[in-house]
């Protein structure tokens, strides 16, 4: 009676040991596995962005803020993204995205010094090279299957950049 007692809880510890082994892979996280969870790290940036609207590039201050805001955000995502294991077979293309992304998010950077400096001409100019960086990266992000990412890193700003202020 008592051995039978044992067995129970001796199989359930094996069923539930067998079922967290299949669940994790020890080579790292496969294609649809890793845009899964990096969509759900994109998701709560996707909002964060949303909620700043769009920049005021016509007031340098405005759009400063704007900047180093979307730039805190970009870095606090990088570094959530950085924590993804892919397998062996995703990684190139992984790092691939990742230093798409990262061209965006150094962009955002680059955007609010220029602000920051009243350079208003050059702020324009890497407005016009974020855009552009944004719709790679968002396309990349598209192509992995992560397209929650892709909205993070998109920004319209090409036509908004010739209104910034002189």
Known sequence: MTLHKR????????ACTVAIAGCVDPEGLARAPLAKKADVR?????????????PDLSRLPAAGR????R?????????????????K???PEWLKTLAIYDKTRND?????SAVTNKDASSARTLARVAAKDGK???RAFGQLGAPRCGSVSITNLSGGAATLSR
């Open 66 to 69: 704007y900047f180093n805001k």
């Open 7 to 14: 067995r129970i809880p001796m199989t359930a510890l094996l």
């Open 136 to 138: 790679a990266a968002s």
């Open 89 to 91: 077979k995703v990684e």
């Open 71 to 87: 730039r805190v955000i970009s870095l606090n995502l990088r570094t959530q993204l950085s924590d993804l294991d892919p397998n």
């Open 42 to 54: 994109c998701a709560k940036s996707s909002a964060q962005v949303k909620a700043l609207g769009s």
């Open 108 to 112: 955002f950077g680059e955007i609010a």
